[in-house]
């Protein structure tokens, strides 16, 4: 198994406490654990969570790499919300996408660990380099660039 950084505080949170989405547009189970580095999240892409499978490749479903970057930036916005950066009413939205690449295809019954690095954080921008790994394999990294802002409208 892959060996994944340690982060100060283990939180072990379901994502739906922690971000505004929901179904079917949230892609945290877990934040397991965040410091001022990073982060670390997993997710289980499954055909009864997930309906892209349908007609994304319906004879070899795989997730869609514009999910897979959804999916690593939501961890990075979970400890966002979990670590009190922004209050209780955490709102955030891509800026930028950046170095966006995948290595391998994710399908069902996968479950995507995502490692957050924190490359700066500060009001109202936050920027993360995030990988996501599918057992042993990497299977997606990217830049991110977040607009954090406090209220949700």
Do not use: W
């Amino acid at each position: 198994m892959a060996s994944f950084p340690e982060f100060k505080t283990v939180f072990n949170k379901p994502g739906i406490e922690l971000l505004p989405h929901r179904s079917p547009f949230l892609f945290v189970d877990t934040l397991i654990a965040a410091d001022e580095t990073g982060a670390l999240g997993e997710y289980t892409f499954t055909t009864e969570k997930n309906d892209f499978f349908k007609g994304h490749f319906p004879d070899y479903p795989v997730v869609p790499g514009v999910v897979l970057v959804e999916a690593m930036s939501q961890v990075a916005g979970a400890a966002v919300v979990a670590r009190g950066v922004l209050g209780e009413q955490a709102a955030f939205a891509f800026a930028a996408i950046e170095e966006a690449r995948f290595k391998r295809p994710v399908r069902p019954g996968d479950k995507l660990v995502t490692v957050v690095k924190i490359v700066k954080e500060r009001v109202p921008l936050g920027v993360y380099e995030v990988t996501g790994y599918v057992g042993d394999e990497l299977a997606a990294s990217a830049k991110v660039k977040c607009m954090l802002m406090n209220g949700r409208k």
